[in-house]
Structure formats: structure tokens, C-alpha cells
């Protein structure tokens, strides 16, 4: 007779090894791949970039200042001056 016997090894599936061993390791890797999407997204909706190692928020103070005096929106003297104020 062919096929599965009571006496051989049973159907392959029944042995316990590669389908339950390749379906958590698809598991593990659907996750840490969602996981890194939502970090992803996290990190990119609060408006933050990334400069060297460090993140910052996109424009400090001291950033804003720096432009407006660049652009001639502000002099010299009223740069200096704000500039101490924000140093304190």
C-alpha cells in the first residue's frame, strides 16, 4: 500500500520542525519591520532631523536670530542685543 502508514513517520507536517520554525521567523521579522515604521513615522511627525548623531528640533531661537540678521531683517546692534538675551 502507498501512503501513510500507523507505523512510519506520519505526515511531514506532524514532525514539528520547518513550518513552525519558518512561520515564527516571519513573525519576528514582520514585526521588527512594523516597528521600524512606526519609529519611523514618530520621529518624522514631530519635525525633528537629524544632524550628525544628535537630533534637533528643526529652527531653535538662536537659528531664527542668525537668518533674520543674514536677510537684513534686523541690524547689528539689535542682534547683539537679542542675541545676550537668549544666552541668559
Known amino acids: 500500500m502507498y501512503g501513510y502508514s500507523h507505523y512510519g513517520y506520519g505526515h511531514p507536517m506532524m514532525w514539528g520542525g520547518e513550518p513552525h520554525f519558518m512561520g515564527?521567523?516571519?513573525a519576528v521579522v514582520v514585526t521588527i519591520i512594523l516597528a521600524a515604521l512606526i519609529i519611523s513615522l514618530v520621529r518624522s511627525s514631530h519635525g525633528m532631523r537629524g544632524k550628525g548623531t544628535h537630533w534637533h528640533m528643526s529652527n531653535s531661537a538662536m537659528d531664527i536670530l542668525k537668518e533674520r540678521y543674514a536677510k537684513g531683517e534686523i541690524?547689528?546692534?539689535e542682534f547683539e542685543e537679542k542675541k545676550k538675551?537668549?544666552?541668559k
Open 24 to 26: 515564527g521567523i516571519l
Open 85 to 87: 538675551d537668549l544666552e
Open 75 to 77: 541690524d547689528k546692534a
